[in-house]
């Protein structure tokens, strides 16, 4: 039999599943910024994060190691999905008629349905350790949340979770999922922190943002010494651990002798994108690669591609340090999109400086063609994309488009971080045409970022 030319699904042997994540700051020519306190604009130390964060994870935040190596009970839960499954998306190809070769990467797999049990458990892991008790977290439309209460009741840790509002109201399901897995659920703006019930007072449509619910947490936090707290995109830690699911694909694809000329994730925060993509960013800095690697976001929160890469609050009130990000202004109050997982104001340290060193790219999409990208894909692969996924599907789809009209056999991998099952209102909209394109005005963007500079928040310039 010739697997190198027949498989669908991409086999992976147990011995060649990744033992440790990969760290790409070791091989970055600029290193990420430092976080900087608001008041000093002194870098952050291990010392002011130590009220949020357990030890581990702020070492891992600052590592500058190769390879972390995953503790043996992680890679033991991982197990439960792990490896997820490399596909080769024969029925899509076919369907465009295009000479490109598609692969994706399928996270939905997971118990909680997307890539983001990857970093739960670990983080759950190392609380857990350092003998937390309880942990708050935001979620926007719900996967974070339920991520984070699968891997927290695991580990018999108690978990708060503020949820944006809209999402709360668009996705009840979801809160349902966090109940199963013990976790408490309050919709945010809240009436149970001092930011939510001021939010609240001041405007009471508030929809929420993920800003927003990452303050409450925050605040909830701090205020109490035997809480932590926990990101679920962004930081260094959280897209190292997601690095295993690059590591498995390029592993999948020596398997069928295969290797990518352009690699695209979907990008909130940056995790999922920087899992699938990290390993092959290194090729291109260290191997010398031509590869293309493509960041999508909604073109309705253009961080990366209309943004100003400077320093910015991580959430909306200001509670957070300063992180050196592409940013829409830390007050961007992204329209109610049903991808609500990729309405963040900015874009993780690491991930930035990439962007703005040229090895990534980034590109904007609109809903409706998300949508029209996440029916086409059901149609043929049969899984129903998360609306965040159906970006990364968008861009795929462009890709293999240029690859016919140009009629080049390129391979195109892509990560489809979950899958939309609980998402299913969002669809049956786009079935009765009531999905909307929104877009942003250039006033709007300025109008946040002058705020910026009213702050004196530094602009990074470009390094050489
Ligand atoms: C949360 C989420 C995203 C966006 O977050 P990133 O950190 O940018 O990956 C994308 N897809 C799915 C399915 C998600 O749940």
Known sequence: MNRKTHSKKIYLPEERLPKAWYNIVADMPNKPLPPLHPATKKPVGPDDLAPLFPEALIMQEVTQERYVEIPAPVREIYKIWRPSPLIRAYELEKALDTPAKIYYKYEGVSPSGSHKPNTAVAQAFYNAEEGVKKITTETGAGQWGS?????????????????????????????????????SVTPSPSGITDTGRKISAEDPGNPGSLGIAISEAVEMAVNDPSTKYSLGSVLNHVLLHQTVIGL?????????????????????????????????????????????????EPDSCPKLTRGQFRYDFGDTIGMT?????????????????????????????????????GFIEASAVPQLESF??????????????????????????????????????????????GHGHIDLGAYEQYLSNAIDNYSVTDEEIAENLKVLDQMGFPKIEKQK
Not at 261 to 290: H, L, M, Q, T
């Open 147 to 183: 991520a984070l209460s699968y891997a927290t009741q695991l580990f018999g840790i108690e978990l708060q979770v503020f949820m944006v509002k809209v999402s709360y109201n668009q996705k009840p399901y979801r809160k349902t999922m966090m109940n199963i897995w013990k976790a």
């Open 248 to 296: 498995e694909a390029k592993a999948q694809m020596e398997q069928v002798d295969a290797y990518p000329d352009v690699v695209i994730g979907c990008f909130g925060g940056g995790s999922n994108f920087a899992g699938i993509s990290f390993p092959f960013v290194r090729d291109k800095i260290v191997g010398g690669k031509d590869i293309r690697i493509i960041a999508v």
């Open 321 to 357: 340090p300063l992180i050196p990000m592409y940013t829409l202004g830390h007050g961007f109050m992204p329209p109610a999109i049903h991808a609500g997982g990729l309405r963040y104001h900015g874009a993780g340290a690491i991930v930035s400086q990439l962007l703005n060193d």
């Open 372 to 417: 029209e990208a996440g029916m086409l894909f059901a149609r043929t692969e049969g899984i129903i994309p998360a609306p965040e996924s159906t970006h990364a599907v968008t861009q795929t789809i462009r890709e293999a488009l240029k690859a016919k009209a140009e009629g080049k056999e390129i391979t195109i991998l892509f990560n489809l971080s």
